[in-house]
């Protein structure tokens, strides 16, 4: 086990989480190699063939997959890859390079209420991410307000208002219909108001009206800075990592629409496609983006920093792995 592995107590549950979350990706890809992770000894001759199927399979994307494998054959070639365990630690060294750029921390300044905006498609989890970040930063001692800006569904408003609710987070909303830019407004100036430390910002997310989407975020954008120049001081996307590679339209539809600054990888858990991170790291808008957070599951708890290492080792570890780290 590397010097990376998960060490704390609080770090080994939430990998055993995150492996959990990702148990279908993982065997899509392990049922695609036959037992290259599960103690072949011997590097067979069809191994790196099955090895390409299998990343493809679960959305690693092919530029990242072609790279991976022509490495891989390029040491096999030159034996410095003696066996399959050898194989599978080039494997996971190579996969933890790719994800590298992406792991970022999530750093708000404390001298000004920092407004953050979540943005994506219906459905994805936005309300559910901005709840269980709320209770996050309160953790951490922040104050935390929450604005209702996706005022076209009822259901997103009573949802943010729940987690409010539950947490004891202020929430500032309108009814259904109101003009998002105007909520949104009112929150940053109460927010300001009570010297509250971030706002957590929700937005619409629909892609069946398109230039509605990108105008009505262009708006709120502006209607913001009015309060204050450099709002929002971070603009995130959350992603469902069950689409695949439809998640690379979707951050250039919202990058342009708002500017995205960072990720969130919602609903690992369940989805045989995580591979798509890998694709996030290669392509070109999306690789000078940081992953902030993955979600695993539905508990408050499940939102956790994403961390390179552990993700790879958690998509490929075998079971005695997972036992030593368990």
Same mark, same amino acid.
């Given at each position: 086990?590397? +010097? ?6 609080e770090e @080994?549950?939430?990998?055993g989480?995150l492996r959990e ?9 392990t049922?695609g ?6 103690g072949?000894?011997? !590097?067979?001759?069809g191994?790196?063939?099955d ?10 994307g092919?530029?990242?997959?072609r790279a991976i &494998?022509?490495?891989l054959? =390029?040491?096999v070639?030159? @034996? ?5 365990d050898?194989? *599978?630690?080039?494997?996971h060294?190579?996969m933890?390079?790719? #994800?590298?750029?992406?792991e970022?921390?999530?750093k708000?300044? %404390?001298n000004? =209420?920092?407004v ?5 498609v219906?459905?994805?989890? @936005?309300t /559910? /991410? &901005?709840? @269980?970040l ?12 929450l ?7 009822a259901? $997103?408003?009573e949802q943010?208002?729940a987690?409010?609710?539950r947490?004891?987070?202020?929430? !500032?909303? +309108? %009814?259904q219909?109101?003009?998002?830019? %105007?909520v949104?407004f ?5 927010a ?11 937005? $619409?997310?629909?892609?069946?009206a398109k =230039? ?13 800075q009015r ?9 995130i996307?959350v ?5 695949? +590679? ?6 250039? #539809?919202?990058h342009?629409?708002a500017g995205?600054?960072?990720l969130?990888?919602s609903?690992?858990d369940?989805t045989?496609?995580?591979g798509?991170?890998?694709? !996030? $790291?290669q392509?070109?808008?999306?690789e000078?983006?940081p !992953? *902030?957070?993955?979600?695993v ?5 499940d939102?956790?920093p994403f961390?390179a ?8 570890? /075998?079971?005695?792995?997972s036992?030593? &780290? %368990?």
């Amino acid at each position: 086990m590397s +010097q990376d592995a998960p060490s704390s107590a609080e770090e @080994k549950r939430f990998f055993g989480r995150l492996r959990e979350g990702l148990a279908k990706t993982r065997n899509q890809l392990t049922s695609g190699v036959g037992n290259l992770l599960l103690g072949e000894k011997e !590097i067979s001759a069809g191994a790196l063939e099955d090895l390409e199927t299998a990343l493809l399979t679960t959305d690693v994307g092919v530029e990242t997959t072609r790279a991976i &494998i022509d490495e891989l054959t =390029t040491q096999v070639t030159r @034996k410095q890859l003696a066996n399959m365990d050898a194989l *599978y630690a080039a494997l996971h060294r190579l996969m933890t390079q790719r #994800l590298a750029r992406l792991e970022k921390p999530l750093k708000l300044a %404390s001298n000004t =209420t920092q407004v953050v905006f979540f943005v994506g498609v219906n459905g994805v989890g @936005k309300t /559910t /991410t &901005i709840g @269980k970040l709320a209770k996050r930063l309160m953790a951490e001692g922040r104050s935390v307000m929450l604005a209702a800006g996706d005022t076209f569904r009822a259901a $997103a408003v009573e949802q943010l208002q729940a987690w409010g609710q539950r947490n004891n987070v202020p929430v !500032i909303a +309108q %009814s259904q219909g109101s003009d998002a830019a %105007s909520v949104v407004f009112d929150a940053v100036q109460a927010a300001q108001a009570r010297n509250v430390d971030v706002l957590l910002v929700d937005t $619409a997310g629909r892609l069946q009206a398109k =230039t509605q989407l990108m105008d009505e975020l262009a708006k709120v954008r502006r209607v913001v800075q009015r309060l204050d120049p450099d709002a929002p001081h971070e603009v995130i996307l959350v992603l469902d990592g069950g689409v695949g +590679q439809n998640a690379l339209s979707q951050v250039e #539809l919202f990058h342009e629409a708002a500017g995205v600054t960072g990720l969130v990888v919602s609903k690992l858990d369940g989805t045989a496609k995580a591979g798509v991170v890998f694709a !996030i $790291a290669q392509n070109a808008l999306t690789e000078s983006l940081p !992953i *902030y957070f993955v979600g695993v599951g539905e508990a408050e708890d499940d939102l956790r920093p994403f961390v390179a290492d552990h993700f790879v080792r958690a998509l490929l570890a /075998t079971d005695s792995e997972s036992e030593a &780290i %368990s």
